[in-house]
């Protein structure tokens, strides 16, 4: 049963568009993670959150940004949709450093 | 910089024919060594999460262990529901971002 939830689960849009991904958790976890998933490629950190206020870039660049306002909430928006963006986006949060990740069902993004 | 390299890329078994998935790994100190299970069109589900040297974990028809460079995921009489792809993921004991270096995952087939 997902505690994390990710709308939409497809999304086909043209170039230019501004688009929001949406990331809800129901288990009060701190952390919080966008990773970038492309087929039969590795998953490469985004953005990350240690919690309400705090946003960081991850490993792979992005022109994507995100928000923490809630702790439940970690929406990734993109201001001017490209083709390049096409990919599967996956949400995910931890307990901590030492616990796995729960992962959503992800969104898979096509721009046209 | 962390890596991790899985292997091989894609295996086909007869269901109840036993075989292990391997991962290696380099990384700056390991905070923990990750396994993951991923459906098409669905986010990883997380299966193990391993510490140490010569740890040992399991779950059914699965069982990971850990060695100072490698860890192996052996499945045992595997079932047809078995098929996926199965993700390796390490998280470094040094600072930076908090987040998961993943391999490409060894798309498994358990064939009736």
């Known amino acids: 049963e997902a505690d994390i939830y990710q709308t939409p689960r497809y999304l086909v849009i043209g170039t230019g568009k501004k688009i929001t991904l949406e990331c809800s958790q129901t288990?009060?976890?701190?952390?919080m993670y966008w990773y970038q998933q492309d087929p039969g490629m590795e998953l490469h950190l985004i953005h990350y959150?240690?919690?309400?206020?705090?946003?960081e870039k991850g490993d792979l660049s992005s022109e994507s940004t995100v928000s923490r306002i809630r702790t439940e909430h970690f929406p990734l928006t993109l201001e001017s949709a490209r083709p390049s963006h096409t990919s599967q986006y996956l949400c995910?949060?931890?307990?901590?450093?030492?616990?796995?990740?729960?992962f959503g069902s992800g969104t898979r993004l096509t721009v046209v | 910089e962390d890596q991790v390299t899985q292997s091989p890329e894609a295996l086909r078994l007869q269901e109840g024919e036993s075989s292990s998935l391997n991962c290696s790994y380099t990384v700056s100190g390991l905070r923990g060594l990750f396994w993951y299970r991923q459906d098409p069109g669905k986010g990883p589900e997380f299966l193990f999460t391993l510490y140490s040297a010569g740890e040992e974990k399991e779950k059914e028809r699965l069982k990971a262990t850990l060695t100072k460079k490698e860890s192996f995921l052996h499945i045992t009489a595997p079932k047809p529901e078995d098929s996926a792809t199965y993700l390796c993921?390490?998280?470094?004991?040094?600072?930076?971002?908090?987040?998961?270096?993943f391999g490409k995952g060894t798309h498994l087939i358990i064939q009736p």
């Open positions: 959150s240690y919690g309400v206020n705090s946003t």
């Open positions: 288990m009060g976890h701190d952390k």
């Open positions: 993921a390490v998280r470094p004991s040094g600072g930076g971002a908090d987040g998961l270096t």
């Open positions: 995910a949060s931890s307990e901590g450093k030492d616990y796995g990740y729960t």
